[in-house]
Structure formats: C-alpha cells, structure tokens
C-alpha cells in the first residue's frame, strides 16, 4: 500500500518500481474537484522480477488522502479496507476450504513524507500512530532530489526522532543469520542505516555519457533513479524483495494476531489479551530482566548443589564415625 498527499510521487514510484504504467487513464481532479472528493482505495495487480524471483503483488493506491481542508477523518476508509482484508481472511481460515486462500492482507505501508514539511506533519503522526498496530509501517522521503545530501541526512534523523518520541513502530529490518555471505550482511546493514528511505521516481530514460538511465534532467545535472549516490531507490527495492517473506511473517504472527484475538474477545465477550510483539521489538528492559530471571535461577540452583554437598559430607563424617567405633569393639 501507499499512502500520501497529492503530488508527492506516489503513482510514478510504483510505476518506477514495477516498469510499467499502472495508471494510464488516471485523471487528476482539479482544485475545485477536491473540495469535494474524499479517499479511495485503488488496487491493481502487478508482477515483480528481481534475480529470478517473481513475486506476485496487489499495489493499493488511496487517492485524495490529505487533500481535504479538514483531514481528521481521512485514513478511516485505509483502517476500514486493511480491516476488511483481514476479516475476510479471518472467515476464509474458519471455512473448509483452508487449503486454497487467497491472502489480500496489507503486508506493507509505504507512507510518503512531505520533504519540504521540515519533519513529520501532525497528519503524518496520526496517521502512523493509528496504523502501526495493524500493518508494517515503511516511511519514505518523497521527492528527495530537492534536497541536498546534508539536508536529507538532517531530515531522516528528526523522522526517526519524532516517529520515537511518539511511541511509533515503524517496519525493523530483521538481523541476517551467521551463514549468510558478506555481501547480502552488507547489503541489509546499508538498508537498515538509509530507513527512513528517501527516494524520488522516474520511468523516463535519459541518456547520460553514452548509456540510457531511467531518471530526472534538469538544467545542473541529471538525477538517476537507479544510482545509490543519488537517492534509496535501489535499497527500497531490495527491501521489498528481500524481505518480503519477513513482511508477511510479522502481518501473519503480529497484526493479524492481534486483529483475530480482538475480534474473538468482542464475539466472545472476553478480554483481549495484549497485543502480541516480536521477540526483536523487546525493549532493553525486558531483556535485563530475562538476564535478572536467569542469574536468580542460577543462584537458586547453586545454592541446592551446595546443600546437597554439605549433606553428602555430613554422611561420610557420620559413617566414619560409626566405623571407628565398631573397631573399638
């Protein structure tokens, strides 16, 4: 899914992502038009092909977010339909027809930022704050070729400081396993470092020293898509191939969990247990008192051999004991 104001670059990413046009018939409504408009949902199926793997996806566009003078109330229809995904897994996997399910469920949200907005937008903090329980939240910098290098650093930092003071749980990339090569460790330590991705978009080919690159002229230079110099492009790809199986993981282990045991309390009139976290999201103090809970097991333990040893020598002095005085008589 991708979420964002107007005129950010959400249509030209997917199209640059997927090498084709998604949206040929679309029409931009003008301003008057927007006064009136509210959010859609617009769904579309394309395939994606990166080093022999294909995946099969179902891109959700949501147009007229943000466009409204009073956009309290825009992201209702994006909770309702990542709802409704769920929910109707939900009553496929309590149907008999188990084995063939078709699974809609958002399994990421490419959320776009304003670069221009120095920060997070109070939309954008409401919008994550109510989002990020029920889908994998990936923030994306729109437009980041009109920012210079020093200003998209700066830029990256304050979203990741605000989306923090804010209590919100933005996608983590996983930690690579000890027998991977080098080059996919340094390959997902590089995408880890550039989250929030900060990308720009273009499906038209320019010829740059001889070779055509799909990017941006202008009259200083030429902004390549694909360059990792110039913008994260090629590290959100990446991401979203890589990772994908991790994506659905957590929607399946986390979100989805979460959504089910909800629903299942409200049918029920139970209480919902609480929400359901990955074991790499526990915070440093759960991990201390994990660390408290062992050393205390330990202890426990240790102070039992040492009873069991004192017992142990008590009974060899009482037998000597015994021993000496059978000789005696």
């Keep these: 899914m991708v979420v964002g104001e107007s005129g950010l670059g959400k249509s030209t990413l997917v199209n640059s ?45 949501t147009p007229g977010y943000g466009d409204a003078i009073n956009n309290s109330d825009c992201f209702k229809p994006i909770i309702k339909y990542i709802d409704e995904q769920y929910e109707r897994y939900l009553q496929d996997e309590s149907g008999l027809n188990r084995r063939n399910i078709v699974d809609n469920r958002v399994h990421c949200c490419f959320y776009f930022i304003s670069p221009t907005g120095h920060g997070l937008k109070p939309l954008d903090i409401e919008f994550m704050r109510a989002l990020h329980h029920k889908v994998n939240v990936v923030p994306v910098i729109a437009k980041s070729d009109t920012l210079t290098k020093k200003e998209v650093w700066k830029l990256k930092n304050k979203i990741v400081g605000e989306i923090e003071e804010n209590g919100i749980s933005m996608y983590r990339i996983p930690d690579c396993d000890s027998d991977e090569d080098e080059d996919f460790k340094e390959q997902n330590k590089q995408i880890k470092e550039s989250m929030p991705f900060a990308i720009c978009g273009s499906s038209q080919l320019i010829e740059v020293k001889g070779r055509k690159v799909r990017g941006r002229l202008y009259p200083w230079g030429v902004v390549e898509v694909e360059n990792p110099d110039h913008c994260d492009f090629i590290k959100l790809r990446s991401m979203l191939i890589t990772h994908m199986q ?63 040893l004192a017992k142990m020598q008590q009974q060899m002095a009482q037998q000597g004991g015994s021993t000496v005085k059978t000789q005696n008589l």
């Design 246 to 308: 991790d994506l659905q993981e957590v929607t399946q282990d986390v979100h989805y969990e979460n959504f089910r045991s909800e629903k299942l309390a409200r049918s029920g009139g139970s209480k919902s247990r609480p929400p359901v976290k990955l074991k790499r999201e526990e915070s440093l103090e759960t991990k201390m008192t994990e660390k408290d809970k062992i050393l205390q097991e330990k202890e426990v333990e240790l102070r039992r051999m040492q009873e069991m």
């Design 17 to 61: 992502l997927f090498l084709t046009d998604l949206y040929p018939e679309r029409q931009i409504p003008g301003a008057a038009e927007k006064i009136d408009k509210t959010v859609t949902i617009d769904a579309s199926t394309v395939e994606i092909e990166e080093r022999g793997v294909k995946l099969r996806l179902t891109v959700v566009d």
